[in-house]
């Protein structure tokens, strides 16, 4: 059965999966991979990306999920993805969420050189509250879908003050319970 994991920037998702694929047997997608990808090869940085509103680049990922949600319903997958939860409508979803000032400790610790380089606290802020809301602006405005919206997921996990062992083990027990619920 297919996991969609979605939630803010820094919230752990990447290092849930990881997580989960060293310890369970699953293999990953990652829509956020291939959308930096695509900003690589076009020369810019995901924020910039974001910023030009181009659907097509989304409708490419999300047609990409689409597909394998449909052709691997039954193998172990999990979706590290924005959108996956809309598209493959019989996973498990979850949610991570993170509170703002861990959230910027993360990016700023983060070594990601492809998006941000040494930010100040604020200019962290400025660009991780920049790229969530053209993101969910943008799937509001492609697919009429709110992110945000706890409702949409079966596991919605706040990982502020939770290590990334016991993230990956929240998800999984709930995991099992969701699955157990469908037999």
């Not at 060293?22 to 990306?49: C, H, M, P, Q, V």
């Not at 052709?71 to 493959?88: E, M, P, Y």
């Amino acid at each position: 059965m297919i996991i969609t994991i979605t939630g803010k920037p820094c919230s752990g998702k990447g290092e849930a999966v990881a997580y989960i694929l060293k310890n369970y047997d699953f293999t990953k997608f990652s829509g956020g991979e291939l959308f930096r990808k695509i900003a690589t090869e076009r020369g810019i940085d995901i924020l910039e990306l974001n910023r030009k509103k181009d659907i097509s680049i989304d409708k490419l990922c999300d047609e990409e999920i689409e597909r394998i949600g449909k052709r691997d319903l039954n193998k172990n997958i999990i979706f590290d993805s924005r959108t996956a939860w809309h598209f493959i409508p019989k996973s498990f979803k979850v949610f991570l969420d993170i509170d703002e000032e861990e959230q910027i400790s993360r990016l700023i610790n983060s070594g990601r050189t492809d998006e941000i380089v040494k930010l100040s606290r604020e200019e962290a802020r400025a660009s991780l509250n920049e790229r969530w809301n053209l993101e969910n602006e943008r799937y509001m405005m492609i697919y009429g879908i709110n992110n945000c919206n706890p409702k949409s997921y079966d596991l919605v996990l706040n990982t502020t003050n939770l290590t990334i062992e016991e993230t990956g083990e929240k998800i999984m027990s709930a995991y099992r319970e969701y699955v157990e619920k469908q037999k």
